[in-house]
């Protein structure tokens, strides 16, 4: 069993930057594909990025390329989130996600442990 613990959220101006942290516990870390999603109020949970479970490979949706990056550190079980140039559409609750395969995904329903979310809002 995994468990995930998302921090890191909060409230920020348009432009600004927050990185969100999830901290594994149980099970190798390593092993796992992590993935970060969001749900905006109203909305359907959507995929925002994604790391093998080495590191070596990243994958993030069109909507965040070249403003959130990705990261992980497998010697302190815990994947990053860094995000910048943030909009106001970027709000939304973000969630932690690990799958039990190291390939990554952008498909929600092949992760196996989430975490609860952390409150993203960006204000205009």
């Known amino acids: 069993q995994v468990q995930l613990v998302e921090s890191g959220g909060g409230l920020v101006q348009a432009g600004g930057s927050l990185r969100l942290s999830c901290a594994a516990s149980g099970g190798t870390f390593s092993r796992y594909a992590m993935g970060w999603f969001r749900q905006a109020a109203g909305k359907e949970r959507e995929f925002v990025a994604a790391?093998?479970?080495?590191?070596?490979?990243?994958y993030s949706a069109d909507s965040v390329k070249g403003r959130f990056t990705i990261s992980r550190d497998n010697t302190k079980n815990t994947v990053l989130l860094q995000m910048s140039s943030l909009k106001p559409e970027d709000t939304a609750v973000y969630y932690c996600?690990?799958?039990?395969?190291?390939?990554?995904?952008?498909?929600?329903?092949?992760?196996?442990?989430w975490g609860q979310g952390t409150q993203v809002t960006v204000a205009s």
């Open positions: 790391i093998s479970g080495s590191g070596g490979t990243t």
């Open positions: 996600a690990a799958r039990t395969t190291v390939a990554v995904s952008p498909s929600p329903t092949v992760y196996n442990y």
